[in-house]
């Protein structure tokens, strides 16, 4: 299998390649030349399969240049450090309707599902090319700490995140400082989370350094994220009574689009379901482009449900590829547009492509007490969102992207007591190591200089 890149403009990589590259060359997004189809009979195949074993089935269609012993063994190594033994279980609320549990991973949200994975495809990359790698990135919360967990201890790797000091939760600033691991460096940033991006982006920018580095980002748009999600939605689907697996819709709490993209995807691999729902909170760009046709961005307001708190779905070119018939051209003519003006307004648009809906913070605290009142069931900020508007009558998977656990004061506003969970609890008794440095470039290249691999 050989992957492209949306724009077009870039020679087609084998799959590792395409993990190691991140962002093609011509600023495009790698996909699959073509999606494999999975027929009737090989879905009742993969019905008994528990997930490492489905994940296997599944992905060697995708990593062919990754011996398959290799590729068996970093699937269990990555999904052995989940915590629940069915590691993405299907709850039912009632009757057609269910939770998929996204966060018992190391790091408690659905990001650990790729980025173990990640973790375990660099190191295997780092070992059979006798390579280093150093990887940096700027986070105001989830994808830091998931990319923390997907490196610790490896080797041959280290993993420098900037984050903006005083602007995290506390528990998300421990589950990056806190992991005790040598190759782990929790940047503490006097300044704000834009101003930690400035900081990466100019050292990416700075060709000799990140070349002598080895550098790579910690980004959304990584190839083996998308495929690696692809994965807990063929795993619901088969868990769900036969007789509703075509008619069910999976909701998804969205920011980046990567999440949703996953299940989307799947779909066009032949799996017959009703379709997707994004759920957005109130920044809600993706809830107007998908009932309007326009796609603009707006200032991000902060809100209850902060891993939404997007301005730009950068996943969303990946869908845009495929909507305008997987051609390179049109997309860099759209996302130029886009570019340019801030705005791209699709001509005909067909509102039945996805459903989608939005959430205030005054819905969300509603959805979090209604969902506790109707079926005694705690659900996260994020997953909250996934609640409004359900259908009726239609079977549906809301996708729970993160433990509550993650979240103790919003949930002690609305229902009164705060969620524990013990891997968050046991980080309170481990010493915080963190490095406090300035706002500025030269102090964070020296940081990295001296303790990069
Ligand atoms: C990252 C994240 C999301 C959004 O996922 P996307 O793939 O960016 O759409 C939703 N919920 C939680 C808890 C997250 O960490």
Redesign the pocket.
């Given at each position: 299998m050989r992957y492209v890149s949306t724009r077009g403009l870039s020679p087609a990589l084998s799959f590792s390649d395409a993990v190691a590259t991140g962002l093609a060359p011509d600023g495009g997004l790698y996909l699959p030349e073509t999606l494999p189809r999975f027929t009737a009979a090989e879905l009742s195949r993969f019905a008994p399969l528990e997930y490492s074993a489905l994940c296997f089935e599944f992905l060697r269609r995708f990593a062919t240049d990754v011996p398959e012993a290799a590729l068996r063994a970093m699937i269990d190594r990555s999904y052995a450090t989940f915590s629940h033994r069915d590691i993405a279980p299907l709850v039912r609320l009632q009757e057609g309707l269910y939770v998929l549990e996204l966060f018992h991973g190391p790091t408690l949200?659905?990001?650990d599902f790729a980025l173990q994975l990640l973790g375990n495809l660099y190191e295997h990359q780092c070992r059979v090319r006798g390579e280093r790698i150093n990887v940096l990135g700027a986070t105001s919360g989830?994808?830091g700490s998931a990319a923390i967990h997907g490196l610790l201890g490896k080797p041959g790797t280290a993993i420098f995140i900037l984050y903006p000091e005083g602007r995290t939760s506390p528990l998300q600033e421990r589950q990056m400082a806190c992991t005790g691991a040598d190759n782990v460096h929790a940047l503490a940033i006097e300044g704000t989370f834009d101003d930690a991006q400035a900081i990466v982006k100019e050292l990416f920018g700075d060709q000799d350094f990140r070349i002598r580095h080895r550098l790579s980002a910690v980004n959304?748009i990584n190839l083996a994220r998308v495929l690696a999600q692809c994965v807990y939605y063929l795993y619901a689907w088969l868990r769900l009574p036969e007789g509703i697996r075509s008619e069910a819709e999976f909701v998804v709490?969205?920011?980046?689009?990567?999440?949703?993209l996953a299940g989307w995807m799947l779909q066009r691999m032949g799996v017959p379901m009703h379709g997707f729902r994004v759920a957005t909170n109130q920044n809600d760009i993706l809830h107007r482009l998908f009932t309007t046709g326009e796609y603009r961005v707006a200032a991000v307001s902060p809100s209850l449900?902060p891993?939404?708190d997007?301005q730009i779905a950068s996943?969303f070119e990946r869908f845009l590829y495929y909507s305008v018939g997987q051609d390179g051209a049109r997309v860099r003519t759209i996302m130029g547009q886009f570019k340019a003006s801030g705005c791209y307004r699709f001509e005909s648009w067909d509102q039945s492509t996805l459903a989608a809906s939005r959430c205030t913070d005054a819905e969300i605290a509603g959805l979090i007490a209604h969902v506790h009142r109707t079926w005694g069931y705690v659900a996260?900020p994020?997953t909250a969102c996934g609640f409004k508007d359900l259908v009726v009558g239609r079977p549906s998977v809301v996708l729970a992207?993160?433990s509550p656990a993650k979240f103790p004061e919003t949930l002690r506003t609305v229902l009164g007591f705060e969620p524990t969970h013990p891997s968050l609890e046991r980080l309170k008794s481990r010493p915080l190591v963190k490095h406090l440095l300035p706002a500025r470039t030269d102090a964070v290249r020296a940081f990295v200089q001296a303790r990069a691999v």
């Open positions: 949200a659905f990001k989830d994808t959304s709490p969205t920011g980046n689009f990567g999440n949703v449900a891993s939404m997007i996943n996260d994020h992207t993160a």
